[in-house]
């Protein structure tokens, strides 16, 4: 006759379960990296001029030192700036000093005209972070509310409902086009 | 006449702890599963700004992390001042190692997925611009262009 095996105690196990999970716990971290992401311009050697755009299609965003933002020299709020950016884009009325649209043939979108507008963004040295961050989102937030719009119009949803091919086509009906300009001194 | 009975102490019979470990073991998968392991000890301070327009960074083993901020403890700070630091890995170093840290950093990926590493930059809120440009063009020429600035989400307007 076989040897009955005795049970094996399993109290401890809750013990050794909390170690493992008290570990855990202490050494694992939960959160999910969120940002603002950007594609930076490749180095050059030689510090060459900003790459031949009209004067029109250029949207000039200085924040000095003291966080002060100007647009094409004039003094305004962050609260403003993205209404501000979204009109000079959008240029709605077809105003000879904001910038160009050419016709493009987009896939599932049609013929759409891309804006040529390109926003720069000059930053002083001794800008906070925070500030320029701030910037950074309200442009973000111009591009999108104009993708949104577009979205909305041809396919009924927001930008970030829709399929991968129709988010392509908004994309490229709308370029993001925010250049971090190469450093300098501003007053 | 009411016979007065003796009030009987009710014995509560002993809780059953043998699906405990199965408990514990439940919530130990779901951490687990659900974070991942710290890999660098902060030896700088930092606060994320806010923002409202973020966006995910998707596959964690393609980012690198740069961290700038004031360094984190008060010896630290004697040691080194008050002004923002940059930690590469788990020291401090000066914005010329950051060509260094990248070519490292890509040296540690599949070669097809050299092209789409990601630097995210972690600053404190406060850092002035000056040591961000210092970072931006180092990584401009360590070939690096894909950026993203950590944010966390904010709540309602940005004031």
Known sequence: MAKKTPEINASSMADVAFLLLIFFLVATTMDIDSGLNRVLPPWSEEQSEAPDIKERNLMLVHVNKYDQIAVQGELVQVNQLKDRAKEWVLNRNNDKNLPEKKEENIDLIGKHA?????????????????????????????????????????????????????????AKAVPMKISEAEPQNIK | MPVIRKKEKKEIGQISTSSLPDIVFMILFFFMVSTSMKETELVVKFKAPQATEIQKLENKSLVSYIYVGPPATAELRAKFGEAAKIQLNNSFSNPEQIGQFIASERDALNESDRNKMTVCLKADKDTRMGVITDIKQELRKAESYKISYAASKSVGNLK
């Not at chain 1, 000059?122 to 979205?151: C, H, P, W």
């Open chain 1, 114 to 170: 891309v804006s040529q507008g390109v926003i720069s963004l000059q930053n002083d040295r001794g800008t906070s972070y925070e500030m320029y961050i701030k910037v950074q989102n309200e442009l973000t937030r111009a591009f999108n509310e104009i993708r949104d719009e577009l979205s909305k119009a041809h396919f009924g949803k927001l930008f970030n409902d829709l399929e991968k091919e129709q988010q392509d086509a908004i």
